[in-house]
């Protein structure tokens, strides 16, 4: 599965309950990885590592349960930058990384090692090693992923997303792996453009999928012209994008053998289909749970 | 005050009780800081502004009082290096730090706004802005400070220190100025080996206190022939230096007017006068509040 933070998350819970023996992959999105206070932060590998591991905090909708905020408190005691609001014991992920970093180890080998200590099934692999920086021209001037989506609550104009690093990026060996050999390749629900185009956009990913289109399942997140969560509409109206699934299916094509999308937009199965792909129609709100297995059952068949 | 840790800590705050007007400067070692999990931890630094706060933890005799451990504790449950202990509440001050250095701060920037929060009347001098690492040859090969003196215990044979990147450093501004400006130069009861020389190392520092020796005070942090705390004892054993206030007195030969020992040294006066400077004796250990305004009297007088 092509990645993004909570979206694809709850898919690959689901796909999970749906079959207890499937072999799942995460190729996750870097884009929106942060340096902050010496510490390198990944939140989508995170969001789905603490999903996948029942230790997610279901009332903020980020982070982990029973979390507490010492650390966050006096930080901002001490007047210094607690706008990105990291966790006790998410610190504690972030401390670990970026010990291991400094040992030597890649982004890929740290997330082996917590997956593994956070007990999950699923391969978590971040979609390359090196450095890429999704970054955004907006109404406030240049902003980094997290100062658009944290700091400013994606509640400002968008005039274009640059993806730093990602052309000069190599793909991982185990992403190269899972795209080539995996039986399907699932796009989550996730942002096309500031979570799954970063991914697109290193070199190999869109080639692979170009190749193997056939075995590509691609979920819209937009639902009756809307996001489930985050700016997704907001930011594909103001770069140019028709909102809704159509639109999810042109920013796609080429690359997509079926696309699933909601019941609540049946009418524009013909217009999807169109863009040259196949389309399926189910429930696809994964906040509920039988809509969630619904979607994971679409996604297999 | 040529500062180390805690012996510094203590007698700054007691020159603070015998005089609250007088005009205090920690010119601090850096020699023991360290980067971990991507945070830069300075622990002389925080242990003077610590205990200058009220803010110290007396129990442990290092880090903050009323700490917890949460993030250390998960650290540890995530497979993470948690030899070096760091609570919650004294981790805001590495990432404030880690954050301030990564937009371009220096370390003197950030002690003096790190000062400021703690509300400090002392001028917090890292001696350099630029790297210090004293590291160990010892009997387990060479080893970092803090593998030396908090993962070993400083439980090794030591064969020899080495101050990497103090030929180099620049003595700070701010620290030359105190040195030059100040009416008296303390060298604190701090280790001589690894607290204080990493200090008289930096450029400029030893020729300061040779030209002003005559203004120059140094308290020996032996008494008794052992250390009040820490390995000074040992070390000064395993690299050839008599272990005893006439040892501490050799050390700083040439760039101190006026030592001070214990009364318990008494005995030692005059082979401490004969290498060349005055000698004062009083009660030094500073644990007692009496004994502490004893020491901070002999030192200003």
Redesign the interface.
């Known amino acids: 599965m092509l990645s993004g933070g909570v979206g694809a998350a709850r898919l690959l819970r689901a796909l999970r309950r749906h079959d207890a023996d499937v072999e799942l992959s995460a190729v996750v999105n870097v884009g929106d990885d942060l ?6 932060i990944c939140p989508d590998l995170d969001t789905i590592m603490y999903t996948l591991a029942g230790a997610h905090n279901d009332e903020l909708g980020w982070g982990l349960a029973n979390e ?1 905020w ?3 408190q ?2 901002g ?5 607690n706008w990105f609001a990291l966790g ?2 998410d ?6 990384r ?2 291991r ?2 040992q030597g180890a890649t982004k890929t080998d740290v997330s082996r ?2 997956a593994a ?1 956070f007990g999950l099934d699923v391969a978590l692999l971040p979609v390359s090693d090196d450095p890429i920086a999704t970054e955004f021209d907006t109404a406030l001037g240049p902003l980094s992923f997290q100062e658009y989506f944290v700091r400013h609550r994606h509640d400002v104009v968008v005039n274009a997303v640059r993806v730093r690093g990602a052309a000069a990026a190599v793909l991982s060996d185990p992403a190269r792996d899972a795209l080539e050999r995996s039986s399907r390749i699932v796009i989550a629900p996730s942002n096309p453009l500031i979570s799954i185009d970063p991914i697109l956009r290193v070199p190999g990913v869109a080639d692979i999928l170009t190749r193997r289109r056939d075995d590509v399942v691609a979920v819209s997140p937009l639902v009756g012209g809307a996001a489930i969560k985050g700016p997704a509409d907001r930011l594909m109206r103001e770069l140019g994008h028709e909102v809704n699934a159509v639109g999810v299916a042109r920013f796609y094509q080429g690359m997509v053998g079926t696309m699933i999308i909601d019941v609540v937009d049946a009418d524009q199965a013909d217009a999807v289909a169109n863009t040259g792909c196949d389309v399926r129609v189910t429930t696809t709100v994964m906040s509920r749970d039988d809509h969630a297995l619904a979607l994971a059952d679409a996604v297999r068949s």
Do not use: F, N, W
């Not at 005691?77 to 930058?81: D, Y």
């Open positions: 340096v902050m206070h010496g510490l390198t507490t010492r650390v966050m006096r930080l005691e001490l007047g210094g930058e006790d014991l610190l504690a992920t972030h401390l670990y970026s010990q970093l400094a090692e917590l200590r």
